[in-house]
Structures are given as C-alpha cells and as structure tokens.
C-alpha cells in the first residue's frame, strides 16, 4: 500500500474548511453543529469514493469501513469553541488516507472513524465513551451543553442518518494519530512520538476556610487569612512532591477563587482547584495522600479549617504492547533516532478503546506546544512524516 | 458637667432603630437613605431638646451647636451595606451626651456632628471631605453609586434642609470616639485605645503574564504559570518585608483573578491587589520599592511579564499632641493601667478634619475585632467608659 501525502494534505486543508473562524487556521465545528454534520457528511462522500462502506451510529460516531473485520484508524472531527485545524481531524484524515490506500492497493481491508463529541460539548469524548460501552445512550442523552440543550435535542438533528452500533468484534484493534498538544517534540530534535500511557487524572477542589477581616485593622499575628493558607500550601506541595514525581508527572492550581475578594478585606476563604496527572496509580495514589495530609497541615498550623471534596479520576491507560511495537520499529524506520516513547498528559477517544480492544497512539510536534487555540499548527512534513509512520505500523498489522 | 450614662446608651439603642435589619443588632442604614434621613431628623430634635442650635449644611452633615466658638464632637450616622449599631453610630450619640451635658452644666459649649456618608456609597468619608474642602462639592455631585444614582439626585432628598458650609474657625478642634475595629484592645486588658495616627494606605494592582497552556500535556519545567508566580511573589515578600516592618505594619493580598481560571488549564495571566498600611511615610516608601523590585525579580527569574500599576494612597495623619495629651491623662484617671497608645489602621472622618483643625481619636473594643457587619459589638461597659475617658477629656479642653 502507498499513501498519497498530498492527497491526504488536500483533504487536510479541505476538512478545515467546515468552521474556518477566527485567526490563521482557525476551526469553530462544534459537536452536531451544522458545520460538523456537514463535515461529516463530506467525510462520509470522500469514504465512499473510496470504496468505504459509509456508516454512522445513533450517537453519531462515523464509520468508513473496509472490510467485515479490519483495523480501526481514526480520531474525532469535532473541535473546541475556539479550535485549531488538526486536533483530531489530523487522525481522521490520516485514517482516510491509510484505508483508501489498502483498497486501492487490495491490501487487508483498513476502516476509519471520526468519534463524535470528543472535545466535550456535552460529556468527555462522549461518542467513543458510549460506543464503548461505559456510558449508556441514555445516560448521555440528559446531557446538556452550557446552554441547556440536551445531547438528546442535538442527535435527533443527525437521527436520518443513524444506523446500530457496531459490534466491537470487528475490529482487531484502534490506532489513533495526533498532535502531541504540548511542547515536548517540538522543544527536542524528535518528531515522533510513541504513546507508552494516556495518563490518570485526579481532580478535586479544596477549600481554606479563616476568617474574613478588616485589611487595615487586623494586626498581621491575628490575621486568619486564606490566601496565605493558599500561598504556605502550594509552596510546600512543590517542595514535597519533588522527591516523588517524575519528569512527566504534572500538578496545576487552575481555578482559585477568593471570598470576599476586596482589596481592603483579609480573604476569609478560599476555594481552589488541585489536578495531578500521571501514568503510574500507585503515584496518583500517593500525590493524593500528600495532598490531603499538607492541607490538614496547613489548616492546624494556622487555626483554619480545610475542605477537602472528594477526589474525582480517570485511571491511566496503558497502550498495547504489539500496537505499541509496531508503531516504535515503523517509526525507527520512516524517522531513525528521531522518535521517542512518551506518556499522553491529555485525555483522546483511544482511553475508551481501551477497554474493547487493543489500542496505541502516535504524536507529531506542536508548534510552540499551542492546542485548543486558532493558533495551533504542525509543519507539514511532520503531519505526512507521521502519515508514513502509521500507515507503515498499519500495513505490518492488517 | 455630668455625663448620663443611662441616657446615652438610651439614645444609642434609639437610633438603632432606624433601619434595624439582618441578625443582632443589625443596621442597613445607607447615606441619604430614608433610614438616614429619618434618623438624622430625629438626632436633630434630640439637639434641639438639648439646647443645641441644629445645622445641616449642602452636603448633609448635621451639627448640634452648643456656642459661638466650641469644641467638636462626633462621628458619623450613615452605615455600610451590612453595619452593625456602633460604628459612627457610637462617636455622633456620644457627642450628643457630651454636648447636652455640658449644656446641663453651664460649661464651656461643646458641639456635635454626624458626617455624611462616611461609609462610601459615593466616595470615602464623603461628608467630612467635603466639608475640609479637600474635594469640592461639584465633584462630589458627579460621584455615582453602585445603582447609578449621583450624590447630586441624592442629596436633593434633603435640599429643604440646607443651610451654608459653617467656616472651621467656629470649632477649636474635633474628637471622635469609635470602635476598634479590629482586636487588639478585645484580645488584651487594654480598654482604651488612644490614637497616635491614622495610618497612611498604599494599593495598588500587579499582573504577572506567564503562558496559558494545558494542564496534561505541558511539563512542568516548560510552564510559565502565573498563580506560581503570585505564590513566589507572596512567599519571597512576606520574607523581606519581616526585617522592615513593625507590628502595627499591615500587608494584603486580598483581591486575586487567575485568567483563565479553568482546573485543566495552566493559568496564563493574574492580577491582583496588593495593599499596605503604616503610620510612617518613609516605611510605606521602602515597602513600595520591595514590592516593586520584587514582582520584577520573580518575573524575570520566571520568564513572565509583571505589569505593576501606578500606586494609589492616602497619607498618614498624625493626631493633634495636645487632644491626644488630654485623652491620655482622662483615660488614665477612668481606666488607670487600661488603656494603650495606637494607631488607627481604618480610615476616619477625623482624617479629613486634620486638615482644617487639632484632632484626636478614641477607641473602644470590638468584640471579636468585628466591624460592618451585623454581629459587631462592645459590652455596655466598654461604651461608657469610653464616654466617660472623652467627657473628661473635653472638660480640660472646653
């Protein structure tokens, strides 16, 4: 099989023209939106061309399928509010290209996908998170976007084309490319790299509750200020986790929120957000119980209270070894000493692949590691560089 | 003279009454507000009932005058949003007492005020900065408050009873008497406070611009995260400062906004308040140059962009040797070993009238250091001895 890099380009940059907005190559094409449907619908003309058998699901999952029973290659074409051109339309396109190739060149039958709803309109990558069998349709039909319109309200608007769900069994396994969404390959010398894990998440909101107080009254020593709480908390955090963490490992404070939030008022309380990312649940679980014990900490040594919610989580996913394998020697090959293995730190539908059949990523640089922004772009030598890649790791499986 | 402590705290619980609200003894009684107006007009007959020739002047301020030429006793009757029975309210009933005692007595006039919108529904100790001529009557007219409404539309509610500005010359100086508002006298056995000096305030806004970016895919050496930099920038001040600083120096952050304020995302931009109050011009220079030089080392060190906005500030007033002289001497004869020499860190009206004569000021305790809000209070106790500490004051001065 030869894949056609210019081919695949065009439809690139043709797929960008359903929702080009804002700035560069900007992209609006929200979940169901009419830009995405009609997306799909091209994407699903462009399948068919091809000798694809076209089929959505009743979530609105679209299929380009070549064979009775093959590999899955595919991503989502879905975007953020405020996209960029490649986030999941580059594995789409390349899931195209790499099928319509097989046909072309009568090799074992290849299918494609575009998962829907990846980027969380309503749910977290919610097409291939009911396909897969965690999240029932019905469950996902009473969610709502931010403004109020159920997922069940904006299906019905694809409800003529919608067909069953596919049996997993027709897949032999689901490999899925995309930009890397940080700046790691583009900060090195590799432009490949072989996802080893999609990482866990745990999330979970604390809060410092002192006492609020006159900012011009209250001598210092008598203060129960909760943004110094904060403050004394983050930096211990940093300095305890240093002898636990990896290189990879990751930990934010995002969302802080102050109460009364005055500039002549001490805080009285403080509310804010913890997130920890690795791919070990052994480390996750340890982050956790530093996190919890610093905070208790912090809370006795300044007589305030602390509130811990519940953690929330999404295990880690490790990919699989032979997918894992036939990416690394395909990538040796196409871009020798120019590859690495690396951990995903971003969630992708591959996490719910996961669990129906064997599953492995590939990442290609981000420019400036920009994602989820209009600005958002990868050298064209790098998207048909990891075109060559994947279609070689395809050929040695189907 | 004889000051009645019956009637004074009679009067105090009187005035209560007009916008009693919220919990306790829980005031809503805004500037030119019908509660105000109400109140005033009753403090008016009060003083009338006592001898006292009564005086609104344009912008509001009532005045019980007891002679030609007197001393000036008082505070203010309007509240904050959510204010408790004392605050003000406390100062202006006990000048009521004084005056009308001394009035009782045949001895030397005293007279009372309660200023205008002290609390700031259009702009900070209104009435009495007015009256000082710091701010002129026709900028005043323009302030607005949260709803819209200008001090112009407000105080037409009272146009009626508007006589002219009295010149300053009428009074040989100005006493308040207020509570703390904070804890320093409720937390020791100290019953007295008298003020050495309203304490110069310093605010100012600081940004610090990092780099926005995913909280999964981003590593932690390659972040530039602005709520880091705001927690090194806090830890590394409270260090510096500690050499500097007396124990009646206060510093806060009380005012933060992370942009985008998102838990998945790392926090590309913060802006927050930093505020600081002292008695000494020349401390609150030096902090100043701290804080400068600091919010630029951290981000230089950090790779980020600090935006430091022009510092705003009200000076420090000392208070008047003598007022102060006489204070300390009826404190120590009413309360000996009780009472301490402090500064005050909220701002007074007693701020404006040093411009325009000798002042002095008189704390009592705050239970709890609470103040505007519903649950301020000081025991019965503490009231009148506070009142009787500024009767005997005037007795030596009138």
Redesign the interface.
């Known amino acids: 099989m030869m894949v056609n890099a210019e081919r695949f380009l065009a439809d690139l940059h043709k797929l960008r023209s359903f929702g080009a907005a804002g700035s560069g190559k900007g992209v609006v094409r929200r979940a169901y939106s009419e830009a995405d449907i009609a997306a799909r619908a091209w994407l699903a003309s462009r399948m068919k061309e091809a000798g694809l058998e076209v089929h959505y699901d009743p979530i609105g999952n679209l299929f380009g399928l070549g064979g009775d029973r093959s590999v899955l290659v595919g991503s989502h074409s879905d975007t953020q509010p405020e996209g960029g051109w490649l986030d999941g339309a580059l594995g789409v396109i390349a899931g195209l290209e790499i099928a319509r190739a097989a046909k072309e060149a009568g090799a074992a039958p290849v299918s494609v996908v575009s998962f829907q709803d990846e980027e969380g309109r309503f749910g977290v990558t919610t097409g291939s998170d009911v396909w897969s069998g965690h999240l029932s349709l019905q469950q996902a039909d009473d969610l709502a976007d931010d403004d109020g319109v159920t997922l069940r309200e904006a299906r019905a608007r694809m409800a003529d084309l919608a067909a069953d769900f596919l049996p997993h069994e027709r897949f032999s396994g689901f490999l899925e490319m995309h930009i ?5 390959l583009d ?1 090195s010398d590799d432009r490949i790299g072989v996802v080893s894990d999609i ?1 866990g ?1 745990r ?1 979970m909101r604390i809060s410092f509750a002192g006492r609020q ?10 203060r129960q ?1 909760a ?2 709480c ?3 908390f ?2 211990a955090l ?1 300095a305890r986790l240093a002898s636990l ?1 990896t ?12 109460h009364p ?7 009285g309380r403080v509310t804010f ?1 913890m ?1 920890w ?1 690795d791919r070990d649940v052994e480390r996750l679980r340890q982050m956790g119980e530093i996190i919890h014990d610093l905070a208790q900490e912090v809370a006795a040594e300044r007589g305030v209270e602390a509130v811990l919610e519940p953690v929330m989580g999404i295990e880690p996913v490790p990919m699989d070894a032979g997918l894992q394998a036939a990416l690394a020697t395909s990538a040796e090959a196409a871009a020798p000493g120019q590859w690495r293995t690396m951990p ?4 992708h539908d591959a996490s719910n692949m996961a669990a129906v059949m064997p599953v492995a990523m590939l990442f290609v640089p981000s420019i400036g ?1 920009i ?2 922004a209009f600005d958002e772009d990868t050298d064209e030598a790098d998207l048909t560089l990891g075109l060559k890649v994947l279609a070689g790791a395809v050929q040695t499986l189907a």
């Open positions: 890397e969404q940080g700046p790691s900060q990482v998440i999330d107080n006159h900012a011009g009254t209250t001598p210092m020593h008598l200020d943004f110094q904060l403050s004394a983050n930096a940093n963490v290189p990879t490992t990751v930990w934010t404070i995002g969302h802080v929120s102050l939030n005055a500039s002549s008022v001490v805080p957000s997130q990312r995903s730190g971003a969630l590691g994602s989820h």
